[in-house]
């Protein structure tokens, strides 16, 4: 006779993993993380590879992309893969929810640690599940849709990151409305393109939109808002609106040190904004010193190789140059460009900005 399974140890295991996906929406991370970690050792020690182990390992995995352990979040969502893997997601609704999130949370993991083109396998994995086994117009395949727009943004695919953003919002407002809450993050991700494509202006309608359907779900205090808030900040400060960008960028920062404490992304990357701010103010010491903190941070969350780490040189050259310290900011151009060629490719927006100002300089 087999192993029957404990099943008041699931359904308390079950429990513990709803709270911790509550926890996790509301960014309280420890709690989150703690929760999950219960649930996953009944679920493991009850069932094995299963869907419902792999909907816990999946969670994790999304708790550790929240914490910033990319590493971890990459080990919890390729254990996830492996645990749904032998069930047809065909057979049930939510075995295939519990695949297409874990590919999701694969390729969003991969994603962060710069691995590229294997995020973008994981990515269309799961958008192709989606579609296959829930339909072209289900949230599942706008998210995967949204997921995808991201990396392509990062890889410099601005047009097809446009077409999936826009395709993904196509979809949510057909399911919720024009003005629900599960719509902020599309339009966040399309003022961060704008962004990235340089046409501030454009993006700042849907940058505030984001942050007022966001501010209306869940507070102006969570750390989702704050992240609304400094994207947002980006787009004033590329359009010269210096004072509007610096109250928003010293308010998420402070949103962000209280919810994650010092060393997370989300804070590198506020000190990274406030040091272009600075930058621009003139305020150069300042600058300096966030852009010094801004890579201690990333030192800290990635490898050497990363992109981020070749951002980081890149504006540390820019500032090197604007003091007159023309040999510190070629070594650091130098530093920092095959970083990207590496990681982005020769033809990538931030290769091909980064080869000219060094070419500039050496001129």
């Not at 609704?93 to 691995?115: D, H, M, N, V």
């Amino acid at each position: 006779m087999g192993y029957e399974p404990n099943e008041r140890a699931l359904d308390e295991a079950c429990g513990w993993h709803e709270r911790a996906e509550d926890a996790l929406a509301e960014a309280r991370l420890d709690p989150a993380l703690e929760l999950a970690t219960r649930a996953l050792a009944v679920m493991e020690r009850e069932l094995g590879d299963h869907p419902d182990t792999a909907n816990v390992l999946e969670t994790l995995a999304r708790v550790e992309l929240a914490r910033c352990g990319f590493a971890r979040a990459r080990e919890l969502a390729e254990r996830a893969v492996r645990a749904v893997r032998g069930f047809d997601p065909g057979l049930a609704e939510p075995i295939a929810l519990i695949t297409i999130r874990a590919y999701g949370s694969l390729g969003a993991a991969l994603r962060e640690l710069g691995r590229y083109d294997d995020a973008e396998v994981s990515l269309s994995m799961a958008l192709g599940l989606a579609r296959a086994h829930l339909g072209p117009d289900d949230v599942e395949t706008a998210n995967a849709l949204s997921n995808l727009g991201v990396l392509h943004k990062y890889q410099g695919r601005f047009d097809a990151s446009q077409r999936r953003y826009e395709a993904a919002l196509t979809i949510l407002s057909r399911v919720y409305g024009p003005e629900h809450r599960e719509l902020a993050c599309l339009y966040h991700n399309l003022g961060g393109l704008a962004h990235s494509r340089g046409a501030y202006a454009e993006g700042e309608a849907p940058a505030r939109k984001a942050v007022a359907l966001r501010t209306a779900a869940v507070g102006p205090e969570h750390p989702a808002v704050a992240a609304d808030e400094s994207a947002l900040a980006s787009l004033l400060e590329g359009q010269g609106r210096l004072d509007e960008a610096e109250e928003l960028y010293v308010r998420a920062l402070a949103t962000f040190e209280r919810a994650f404490g010092d060393v997370h992304f989300e804070v590198a990357h506020t000190h990274h904004q406030l040091g272009s701010l600075r930058h621009r103010q003139g305020r150069l010491d300042e600058a300096a010193a966030h852009y010094e903190r801004a890579l201690e941070i990333k030192r800290a969350l990635f490898e050497p190789d990363h992109p981020e780490m070749g951002i980081a040189l890149n504006e540390a050259a820019a500032l090197a140059l604007a003091r007159g310290r023309r040999g510190e900011a070629a070594a650091l151009y130098a530093r920092a460009l095959p970083i990207f060629e590496s990681t982005l490719g020769p033809h990538h927006p931030y290769t091909l900005g980064l080869r000219e100002d060094a070419g500039a300089l050496v001129g």
